[in-house]
Nanobody, 121 residues
Framework: QVQLVESGGGLVQPGGSLRLSCAAS????????MGWYRQAPGKQRELVAT???????DYADSVKGRFTISRFNAKNTVYLQMNSLKPEDTAVYYC???????????????WGQGTQVTVSS
């Protein structure tokens, strides 16, 4: 099994910054693509950003130029640096990862518990 634990959410004023972290642990042989998704009240969960284990990144158009995803493979950790935050960025942010476990099982659907980000004055 693989567990993902997020941290770093909170309340920030418009234009401010936050940095989210997500650490994967458990019976891991290798972590594949990691990513961040978000879900605002009354809306579907949406992709924010992903990063492969080779470092290739992809972003939602709404966050390009403001958010940066990165990872530290040695610690199975992914980060999301969020700058110039807007009220519409308010949501629960979820970490996602794909992994190969010690049972030689590949699963691309591991999720964290979510962390609340609120952008408000």
């Amino acid at each position: 099994q693989v567990q993902l634990v997020e941290s770093g959410g909170g309340l920030v004023q418009p234009g401010g910054s936050l940095r989210l972290s997500c650490a994967a642990s458990g019976s891991i042989l290798q972590i594949y693509t990691m990513g961040w998704y978000r879900q605002a009240p009354g809306k579907q969960r949406e992709l924010v950003a992903t990063i492969t284990n080779g470092g290739s990144t992809d972003y939602a158009d709404s966050v390009k130029g403001r958010f940066t995803i990165s990872r530290f493979n040695a610690k199975n950790t992914v980060y999301l640096q969020m700058n110039s935050l807007k009220p519409e960025d308010t949501a629960v942010y979820y970490c996602n990862a794909g992994a190969l476990t010690t049972t030689l099982t590949v699963n691309n659907d591991y999720w964290g518990q979510g962390t609340q980000v609120t952008v408000s004055s």
